[in-house]
């Protein structure tokens, strides 16, 4: 599969929209919407013209990152990089999903330096922001806290990605095809072990008290009463609302 110049485009404005401090779509549909790559790898789906493959390979990279958490500001990876990028390449490389992630997982690292180098930019609109604030020039605190800091975003996320998408595709095909069938399988083993990983890293965090019997529920509605995934996420997204309502009212109380 080959890659326009604008597909690969539309793959780095999906990224860019789906990164961390993007305001345009709110923080539901980039960080906990785009940024995730079954998301994200949807989205590379249908720009490509194969959602139904896009959503596999981005759902098989996502499994590594289920438990993924951003604590204290720090980026240990980028799950909005491999999810994009990492999904527009395997798409076109044509490889399995389990290979997918042996691709993915490496930008999703490489991406912690597109965060390093925007929170370091930043700086420098944060110390204008004081400025504007102690002048007590509202306009001009409300366009330097927005607008140079989103044009810097909008440049080193987009570029990167639509140079990686449009030069990087044919590259990824060319290693691949040439790749020693060894390499190849320990690619896929490797790209086996890092959902389980994944997972294993999600159950630790289910294990707590309050949510392991939730978890716990859910298993057995799909062993014994056979209902199906998606009917178990809407139960599970009602309960959660009126578990958390029902807490925070006490919190409150």
């Not at 390449?89 to 044509?94: R, V």
């Not at 399995?96 to 042996?102: D, G, H, K, Q, T």
């Not at 102690?134 to 806290?145: M, Q, V, Y």
């Not at 990087?168 to 069938?181: K, L």
């Amino acid at each position: 599969m080959e890659i326009s110049l604008f597909q690969a485009f539309l793959i780095g404005v999906v990224y860019y929209l789906g990164e961390v401090g993007t305001p345009w779509l709110t923080l539901l549909f980039s960080f906990t919407g785009l940024y995730r790559p079954l998301i994200g790898g949807t989205i590379v789906g249908f720009i490509l013209g194969d959602p139904v493959q896009g959503c596999i390979i981005g759902a098989t990279i996502n499994l590594p990152y289920i438990a993924f958490i951003n604590a204290g500001g720090t980026s240990p990876s980028n799950p909005g990089l491999a999810g994009t990028l990492g999904t527009a390449l395997a798409m076109a490389a044509g490889v399995s999903p389990a290979v997918a992630i042996s691709i993915a997982i490496p930008l999703g690292l490489l991406g912690t330096i597109i965060w390093i180098a925007h929170m370091s930019i930043d700086v420098i609109f944060v110390h204008v922001c004081d400025k504007a604030a102690a002048e007590g020039d509202i306009n001009r605190l409300c366009f330097w806290h927005v607008w140079p800091p989103q044009i810097v975003m909008a440049i080193i996320c987009i570029i990167p990605v639509t140079i990686g998408a449009f030069y990087g595709a044919g590259a990824v095909t060319d290693i691949i095809a040439n790749m020693p069938e060894r390499v190849l399988t320990a690619l896929t083993v490797v790209g086996g072990v890092l959902p389980a990983l994944g997972i294993a890293m999600n159950l630790r965090a289910i294990n707590r008290e309050g949510t392991l019997l939730f978890f716990v529920t859910g298993f057995f509605l799909v062993q014994y009463v056979n209902l199906p995934i998606i009917a178990i996420a809407i139960f599970a997204g009602v309960i959660a609302y009126v578990y958390t309502k029902l807490f925070m009212n006490a919190e409150e109380a």
